[in-house]
């Protein structure tokens, strides 16, 4: 049972649009977790959301963690090709250290 | 050098064949992770461990088995491949502050 779900899983879009990503779980998370992956390499933190309603900026990139903290969001704005790769949401399964991941989504930033 | 390293990079074997793929890492971690990534399905894990006494199956440890021979060694093993098994599989460790820190991958193709 996957305890993460990701929409969408593909993403492509024009420079300069603007995006969010959405990571959804039926379970409380003490947080949670987005990394991005290029080819050929492993998934890289961006972000960590540990509080209810919190909100992280990373530069372009905004983090949302929901109040209850069952879901999480991505939002790029002005995406730009370098944006493009894979990103995924992650959390540790409710009281342990058995980190799962969502499903991912591709997105994919056209010049 | 990588702070977690992973052997082979890439290996094609066939179906029947016994296959072990190696994690080592440099970070002093003290729990460490299998993932195996398919194709438009994210990061499913297999096995973790936390320490060299403790292991614990994750969501797919099936047709799997790791050893754990010291804190910075974890190696997951394929007894008998099967094609369903290829694969790109990752190994991560995981910090203090709770981020994943992956190998850069091994590509498994069971023919």
């Known amino acids: 049972t996957q305890l993460l779900e990701q929409s969408p899983q593909f993403l492509s879009i024009q420079e300069g649009e603007n995006l969010t990503v959405y990571c959804n779980s039926s379970?409380?998370?003490?947080?949670l977790q987005w990394y991005r992956q290029e080819p050929g390499e492993g998934p890289v933190l961006l972000v960590t959301?540990?509080?209810?309603?919190e909100v992280k900026k990373l530069k372009r990139l905004t983090f949302q963690f929901g109040d209850a903290r069952k879901d999480s969001s991505l939002h790029i704005t002005a995406a730009q090709p370098g944006d493009t790769g894979l990103y995924l949401c992650?959390?540790?399964?409710?009281?342990?250290?058995?980190?799962?991941f969502g499903t991912g989504t591709r997105l994919k930033v056209l010049a | 050098d990588a702070d977690v390293t992973q052997t082979p990079r890439n290996r094609i074997t066939k179906t029947g064949k016994r296959i072990m793929l190696e994690c080592s890492q440099t970070?002093?971690?003290?729990?460490m992770y299998w993932y195996r990534q398919d194709p438009g399905l994210g990061l499913r894990l297999i096995y973790y461990?936390?320490?060299?006494?403790?292991?614990n199956k994750g969501e797919i440890s099936d047709g799997y088995s790791v050893s754990r021979q010291a804190q910075a060694k974890f190696s997951l093993s394929l007894e008998s491949a099967i094609p369903n098994q290829t694969a790109l599989y990752f190994c991560a460790t995981l910090g203090q502050g709770g981020e994943l820190f992956f190998g850069e991958g091994s590509r498994l193709t069971v023919l």
């Open positions: 959301v540990v509080t209810g309603g």
């Open positions: 992650a959390g540790p399964t409710p009281g342990t250290y058995k980190y799962i």
């Open positions: 379970s409380v998370f003490s947080s």
């Open positions: 461990s936390f320490d060299v006494k403790d292991i």
């Open positions: 970070k002093g971690h003290d729990r």
